[in-house]
C-alpha cells in the first residue's frame, strides 16, 4: 500500500440520527397503509351507499269458502306440494242434499199443478170456442211444461254431481289406504267402476237437459211469435200466471243449489306448496274463512327497501344488481317495476338490531330466473346510475 495515498476513514453515524432514521421509515410505511385503507373505506362508503337490503318474494292465496259448512275431508297436509285445480277439501253435502230434496218435491208440486191447469184450461176453451185464445195458452202450457221437465232433470244432475264427488273422495282415500296395504284392490275397483257408471249418468242427463232446454226455447219463441200475430193479446190466465212465477222462482233456486254445490269443492288456484292449514276436519267454517294458504314455490319477485330519506331515488325501469347475502358472487340483473306510495315497517329478518325496527319505502324488482331465489331469502340490492 503506498503510503502517500490518502487513508480512507469511515465515519459512524451518530446512534441517536440512525434512531431517527429507523423510526422515520415504519412511520411513513404506516402513513401509506393508513391512507390505503382510508381510500378503501371512502370506495366502501361510496358502493354502500346505493346498496339496499330486500327479500325474495312470492304470491299467497287464501282458500276461502264462500258458505258456511262443515269440513268434510282434507286431502292434504301442511307442505304438500299442489297443482293448480287440485282439490284441497270437502265440505259437507248433508245440507245441501236437504235442500235438492226439497227443491225435488216443490218440482213435483208443480208438475202436477201444471196438469191440473192444462185440464181446466182445456175444458174453458172447449166450452168458449175460443180458438186464438185456447191456440196461445197451449202454447205457454208447453213453454212452462218444458222448463218443469228441464228442472226435474237438473235436479237429478245435482243430486248425481254431489254423490260422484262424494265417491272420488273416498276413492282417494281408498288409494291411499291401498298405498299402505290397509284394503284389498278390489275395493278400490269396485269404487272407481261405480264412479265411472255416475259420471255416465252424468254426462247422458247433461246431453237430455241441454236438449229439453232447447226445445224449451224453440217453445218460447213459438210464443212470442204467436203473440205477435195476434191483434189483442187476451191477459194471461191468473191460475197460469201464478203458475209460472212460481215455476221460475223454483228454477232460480235450483241455480242457487247449483252454485252451492260447486262452492262445496275447494280447490288450489296455483300450483305451489300448502304452506298453512287452518281447520281440521270436522271443524265448522264461516263463509270468508281461510281454509289453507298456498305459497308459489319460486320467488316471483324481489322487494327492495330504500330508507326513508333516500340520497338516490330511482324511477320505473331502472336498473338493479341483486346479490345473496350469504354469497355476493351469486348475482343478477334486474329492473325496479314499481315504488312503494309510503314508507312501511322492514320484515323482521331484515333489521340489523332484533330490537329495533327499521322502516322503508318498498321498491318491487322484477323477477330474477337465473338465481332461484327461495321465497324469504334476504338479498342486497345496488341500484345501477
Not at 138 to 159: G, N, P, S, Y
Not at 199 to 215: C, F, S, V
Not at 229 to 256: C, F, G, H, W, Y
Request: charged content about 25%.
Amino acid at each position: 500500500m503506498d503510503s502517500n495515498e490518502p487513508s480512507t476513514q469511515h465515519i459512524r453515524t451518530p446512534l441517536p440520527q440512525r434512531l431517527s432514521e429507523f423510526r422515520r421509515g415504519p412511520m411513513i410505511l404506516l402513513i401509506w397503509i393508513v391512507a390505503a385503507s382510508t381510500v378503501g373505506w371512502m370506495l366502501m362508503q361510496r358502493f354502500e351507499r346505493w346498496q339496499y337490503v330486500g327479500v325474495a318474494c312470492s304470491s299467497h292465496y287464501e282458500i276461502t269458502t264462500s258458505v258456511a259448512g262443515t269440513i268434510d275431508t282434507i286431502y292434504v297436509k301442511q307442505f304438500d306440494l299442489v297443482k293448480a285445480g287440485e282439490v284441497i277439501a270437502h265440505l259437507d253435502s248433508t245440507h245441501l242434499e236437504a235442500r235438492i230434496a226439497t227443491a225435488q218435491a216443490r218440482v213435483d208440486q208443480l208438475s202436477a199443478e201444471l196438469d191440473a191447469a192444462r185440464l181446466q184450461l182445456d175444458e174453458r176453451s172447449t166450452n168458449n170456442k175460443a180458438g186464438l185464445v185456447a191456440e196461445l195458452r197451449r202454447f205457454q202450457i208447453d213453454e212452462v211444461d218444458l222448463l218443469l221437465r228441464a228442472m226435474t232433470i237438473k235436479v237429478e244432475l245435482e243430486t248425481d254431481r254431489i254423490l260422484l264427488e262424494r265417491m272420488s273422495s273416498k276413492l282417494a282415500r281408498t288409494r291411499e289406504l291401498v298405498q299402505w296395504e290397509a284394503v284389498a284392490t278390489a275395493e278400490e275397483e269396485d269404487l272407481e267402476l261405480e264412479s265411472q257408471e255416475i259420471a255416465r249418468q252424468i254426462e247422458l242427463n247433461e246431453q237430455l237437459y241441454n236438449t229439453t232446454m232447447e226445445k224449451h226455447a224453440v217453445a218460447r219463441s213459438r210464443r212470442e211469435s204467436f203473440e205477435n200475430r195476434i191483434s189483442t193479446r187476451p191477459d194471461v190466465e191468473p191460475q197460469l200466471k201464478s203458475l209460472r212465477e212460481a215455476v221460475r222462482a223454483e228454477n232460480l233456486r235450483l241455480q242457487e243449489i247449483e252454485l252451492s254445490r260447486r262452492n262445496l269443492v275447494l280447490r288450489s288456484p296455483i300450483a305451489g306448496k300448502v304452506s298453512e292449514m287452518h281447520i281440521n276436519v270436522g271443524q265448522a267454517i264461516l263463509a270468508g274463512k281461510p281454509v289453507a294458504t298456498i305459497t308459489e314455490v319460486e320467488s316471483s319477485g324481489v322487494i327492495c327497501y330504500l330508507p326513508p330519506s333516500p340520497q338516490q331515488s330511482p324511477d320505473i325501469g331502472a336498473r338493479v344488481i341483486i346479490t345473496r347475502s350469504t354469497d355476493h358472487s351469486v348475482a343478477a340483473e334486474s329492473i325496479v317495476t314499481r315504488i312503494g306510495p309510503a314508507v312501511v315497517e322492514l320484515p323482521e329478518n331484515l333489521w340489523r338490531d332484533p330490537a329495533t325496527p327499521e322502516y322503508g319505502v318498498p321498491l318491487l324488482l322484477s323477477h330474477v330466473f337465473d338465481m332461484n331465489l327461495i321465497p324469504g331469502e334476504p338479498v342486497n340490492v345496488r341500484i345501477l346510475k
